[in-house]
């Protein structure tokens, strides 16, 4: 049970860190051009965003990231260097996963739509990399 909780604590940290430290990348070159995209199709995507739609969203981001802990947690005893070094590789391929499904959900698009899921990925390639370093750091604190 004590093992769960810490990773309940760290999965809620990295989600912190997530918003803290990745939001304003993503408001200078993500938000701007993926908002931009989604005004011009409102029959295709939700902009009016309500209170529970936000906590919808931060669930599936909790998600997100309690995957990518557990693929940690279950990988790195079997991974190379430190903490930090282990984390860039195990969250690198929960970023390719991520990348690969945006990529083949943006293939059954037309290209109006398409850089909605461009800038998707250029938001994983800016939160994966800060949210493993994040991992690297605190995950050993947590798990000693």
């Not at 929960?94 to 990529?103: E, G, I, K, R």
């Not at 037309?110 to 800038?119: E, G, I, T």
Request: with cysteine; glycine share 6%; aromatic share 18%.
């Amino acid at each position: 049970m004590k093992t769960l909780l810490k990773f309940l604590v760290l999965v809620i940290l990295l989600n912190v860190v997530r918003y803290v430290f990745a939001y304003p990348l993503e408001g200078r070159f993500v938000i701007p051009g993926m908002f931009g995209v989604m005004e011009k199709f409102p029959e295709s995507f939700n902009n009016d965003f309500t209170g529970t739609d936000f906590a919808i969203s931060l669930f599936y981001n909790f998600m997100l990231w309690l995957a990518a802990a557990g693929i940690f947690q279950l990988a790195h005893p079997k991974v190379n260097g430190g903490f930090i070094a282990k984390s860039l590789k195990i969250y690198g391929l929960s970023c390719l996963f991520f990348l690969s499904l945006s990529a083949v959900y943006m293939n059954h698009f037309n290209d109006a739509v398409k850089p909605f899921y461009l800038y998707s990925m250029l938001d994983a390639l800016i939160l994966f990399p800060i949210v493993a370093v994040a991992n690297g750091v605190i995950y050993p604190k947590l798990f000693r």
